[in-house]
């Protein structure tokens, strides 16, 4: 059964600092990872989709690494604002079935 | 833009109640889940859909059954609701099941069991 953990569950920093989520899994044999996003009562928005034969992929300030053998992928948000304050969630897909982490809620202090 | 809609944003229920979670999305998207997130579990699969009349288990799927006679719709029914079903519940869509598609999720609907 895949197990995806996300560290920390939450973080605090001020406005322009870079942001660094981790996200670790314990079934290597996935054939994508993917992160959201969740605002506060929300649903989930996609951020980033990588393939299992990737090993980034980046959108604006977003940067997420992955690497497969060591069941890890990374999520850099860089000069981090205000409007990035959100909970952020790892989910990995092995066939149809996605696999969630507890997400890491982030707060961007101005 | 996909769009997926769910009938309620809050909903209070009375424990034994009988609850439909209605979830609506406008793509033509083959395949429908219904998730459950409660703090520190993340999300957890109950059920979902590749097709009309078709369903499948997740991993949570005791205490609940669903309903898809329509493929822009799939309903979520609580027979008999209990204080534990006391959560957050997430409708998504995806136009294939296949490892390469994203899905796309609904706002939620908080339900509360008293």
């Known amino acids: 059964k895949q197990e995806v953990t996300q560290i920390p569950a939450a973080l605090s920093v001020p406005e322009g600092e870079n942001l660094v989520l981790n996200c670790s899994f314990t079934?290597?044999?996935?054939?994508?990872l993917q992160w959201f996003r969740q605002d506060p009562g929300k649903g989930l928005t996609s951020l980033l989709l990588i393939q299992s034969s990737q090993r980034e992929q980046t959108s604006g300030r977003l940067n997420a690494s992955l690497d497969k053998s060591s069941g890890r992928s990374t999520l850099y948000i860089a000069a981090s604002q205000p409007g990035d304050s959100a909970t952020y969630l790892c989910?990995?897909?092995?066939?149809?079935?996605?696999?969630f982490g507890a997400g890491t809620t982030v707060t961007v202090r101005a | 833009d996909v769009k997926v809609t769910q009938s309620s944003r809050y909903l209070v229920k009375r424990t034994g109640e009988k609850v439909f979670l209605e979830c609506v999305q406008d793509m033509d998207h083959e395949n429908m889940f219904w998730y459950r997130q409660d703090p520190g579990l993340g999300l957890r699969l109950i059920y979902f859909s590749y097709d009309v009349k078709m369903k499948e288990k997740g991993d949570i799927p005791e205490g609940y059954s669903v309903s898809r006679e329509k493929k822009e719709r799939f309903s979520l029914i609580l027979e008999s609701a209990s204080t534990n079903q006391t959560s957050m519940y997430l409708c998504?869509?995806?136009?294939?099941?296949?490892?390469?598609?994203?899905?796309?999720f609904g706002p939620g609907t908080r339900l509360t069991v008293l």
């Open positions: 079934d290597s044999a996935i054939y994508n």
């Open positions: 998504a869509s995806s136009l294939l099941l296949q490892h390469t598609d994203t899905q796309y």
């Open positions: 989910a990995v897909t092995n066939d149809y079935k996605l696999s």
